[in-house]
């Protein structure tokens, strides 16, 4: 069997720049959970007094990269919607829509989950059988955050997100007749003006619950670049300072922590130039092709299994970090936290990359249940 990192796409089309800002988005996640993880655990005494709250404040801000696969979602799965009202392209089926996404995400997560439960159940015993296998049912069905909203899932903690992202592939059909508007200015006007409207009822109501209603604006702004990428509507000229003016709005992102605004009015300005920062830098990258690093091989690989990477980086770092932090490789802080935070990412990357080769990608291949079907009954004949 051939082994190789290049994801299988339902279309065929691949889009490297995509996977690079998945890669962006998954080293975003990861490096904050991994510096709350050691400055919990690290309890060992140090000569040094090294103040990180500077790397502290600016890695906290990693939790952004959830809302940056949010409006990859938005874009990704708003394409073929775009593509048959404005292109007169193939409707997309929906038997076939919704049983590809069964077939490609769900072996991955509940494998992952099932994991999950064995090692925290039985190995850890850090919860009981009954209360794992409420978690357990409830992760699987995607309804945790609606009958636990004051926790995060105990089981697999990341989950959270991928209850909003089901609940977006379910309602995607029905929101993306939003492309059926034929008049250009007005369709993307009301694409915006959605985006802006939930954006600033979530700076004025808190829910009880986390929903897709908490974060439907960022799938909104995927759904504007699916329109103008469709359409091939570059509205912004190439310059010379391309690079630079799409770093200033990546740097826009890390600036400011949102729970130390005041007011409601605050909170909804701080999000919709934050909203605004996140389409334009995505705009740069996918239109005007900046940071070619982004395309690299590499890196597209990394951001290509980024689910599988999403899926198992907090049981991984949880179990890795538990050895490894154990270990004092010197007086020094700074020397300390760079090896545990090399060896864990590095161990991330490892166990990420061969489940993405043995269990993600081969469910990519939208037959792949077909094949193992056909091969059973090859052997039994034989």
Not at 13 to 25: C, Q, S, T
Not at 311 to 322: D, Q, R
Request: proline share 3%; net charge positive.
């Amino acid at each position: 069997m051939k082994l190789t990192f290049k994801r299988i796409t339902s279309s065929g089309n691949f889009i490297p720049e995509i996977d690079g800002l998945r890669f962006i988005a998954i080293a975003s996640v990861i490096l904050v959970h991994l510096s709350s993880y050691i400055t919990l655990k690290d309890n060992h005494p140090y000569k040094d007094a090294v103040d990180y709250t500077i790397l502290k404040r600016i890695l906290s801000h990693g939790s952004l990269g959830v809302p940056l696969f949010f409006v990859i979602s938005g874009f990704i799965l708003g394409l073929p919607f775009a593509k048959y009202h404005l292109l007169q392209e193939k409707k997309v089926n929906m038997k076939n829509y919704f049983f590809r996404r069964l077939t490609r995400l769900e072996p991955p997560y509940i494998l992952v989950m099932t994991l999950a439960f064995v090692i925290v159940v039985f190995v850890a015993k850090s919860m009981s059988f009954k209360d794992g296998i409420v978690y357990y049912t409830a992760s699987i069905f995607y309804i945790q955050n609606f009958i636990s909203p004051d926790i995060f899932p105990k089981l697999n903690g990341i989950t959270w997100s991928l209850e909003v992202e089901v609940q977006f592939y379910i309602l995607a059909p029905l929101l993306a007749h939003i492309f059926s508007l034929k008049k250009v200015a007005f369709r993307r006007m009301a694409i915006i003006s959605i985006a802006i409207l939930f954006l600033f009822i979530n700076s004025m109501v808190v829910t009880s619950f986390l929903s897709l209603f908490n974060y439907v604006h960022y799938f909104f702004i995927g759904f504007l670049l699916a329109d103008l990428f469709v359409s091939n509507s570059k509205f912004l000229s190439k310059s010379q300072f391309d690079s630079l003016i799409a770093f200033i709005f990546f740097c826009f992102l890390w600036l400011f922590e949102r729970r130390e605004l005041k007011s409601n009015f605050q909170i909804f300005c701080w999000d919709f130039f934050q909203l605004i920062a996140i389409f334009f830098f995505y705009y740069y990258v996918l239109f005007h092709k900046v940071f070619k690093l982004l395309s690299l091989g590499l890196i597209t690989n990394i951001g290509g299994m980024c689910y599988s990477i999403y899926l198992l980086h907090m049981l991984i770092i949880s179990a890795l970090g538990f050895i490894v932090l154990k270990i004092s490789f010197s007086s020094y802080s700074f020397i300390n936290t760079t090896i545990y935070g090399l060896l864990i990412i590095v161990g991330i990357l490892i166990v990420s990359a061969g489940y993405y080769l043995l269990i993600e990608r081969p469910c990519m291949d939208r037959n792949w249940y077909k094949k193992i079907l056909k091969r059973k009954t090859g052997a039994e004949m034989t």
